[in-house]
Structures are given as structure tokens and as C-alpha cells.
Nanobody
Framework: QVQLAESGGGLVQAGDSLRLSCIAS????????MGWFRQAPGKEREFVAAITWSGSNTYYTDSVKGRFTVSRDNAKNTVALQMNSLKPEDTAVYYC???????????????WGQGTQVTVSS
């Protein structure tokens, strides 16, 4: 089992950057693909980005391509989401998730963090 905890959210202005981090418990972190999701008020949770267990492949939803970068450090059991050129529409609660199987298509999170709030003002 994996426990996840996000950090790094906050209130920023449009155009600013934030770096979210997610730390995982457990010894088998490197066997999980990791993903980031977000949920804005009144909307469904949506996929943002994912990274395979080795870090060799990354995936992004179209709206964040070129602005967000997902990375991981298996030695530290962490996954990060670097968010640049933030927009008001990026405002949401951001969650990290882990899954044992991910082929680059649909990410089915098996474990979830509690989320961290990101608010981007215009």
C-alpha cells in the first residue's frame, strides 16, 4: 500500500510558477506510475500529467503541455509537478495518484493523496 501527501500549493498571480511535490510512503514507490490530477469547483476531476515508473515517459493533457513538467526522484520517493505560466483556469485542487499499471492511455489511480489547493488570480 502507498500513502501519498501533496504540498506546494498556494495563491499566485497569472504568469507565476509553482512547484507541487508529492511524497510517498512505502518501499515500492519505484514500481508505480505516478499521476497528477486536478479538480476545479463544480467540475469533475481531470487528468493533468503522468510519469512512468522509470521516469522515461511523461504524458500531459493538452491544456498544460509546454507549461507543466512532471518529474520523479525514486531515491526520495517523490514526484513533482513544475507549473509555469499559470493561468486562472489552472485554479483547482491538485492530487497526486499512484498506479501499478499505466500504458500511457487512461490513468486509473489506485492510491490518492489528499490534495493541495492552487489558486491563480488574474
Amino acid at each position: 500500500q502507498v500513502q501519498l501527501a501533496e504540498s506546494g500549493g498556494g495563491l499566485v498571480q497569472a504568469g507565476d510558477s509553482l512547484r507541487l511535490s508529492c511524497i510517498a510512503s512505502g518501499r515500492t514507490f519505484s514500481s508505480y506510475a505516478m499521476g497528477w490530477f486536478r479538480q476545479a469547483p463544480g467540475k469533475e476531476r481531470e487528468f493533468v500529467a503522468a510519469i512512468t515508473w522509470s521516469g522515461s515517459n511523461t504524458y500531459y493533457t493538452d491544456s498544460v503541455k509546454g507549461r507543466f513538467t512532471v518529474s520523479r526522484d525514486n531515491a526520495k520517493n517523490t514526484v513533482a509537478l513544475q507549473m509555469n505560466s499559470l493561468k486562472p483556469e489552472d485554479t483547482a485542487v491538485y492530487y497526486c495518484a499512484a498506479t501499478t499499471y499505466y500504458n500511457g492511455r487512461v490513468f486509473y489511480g489506485e492510491y490518492w493523496g489528499q490534495g493541495t489547493q492552487v489558486t491563480v488570480s488574474s
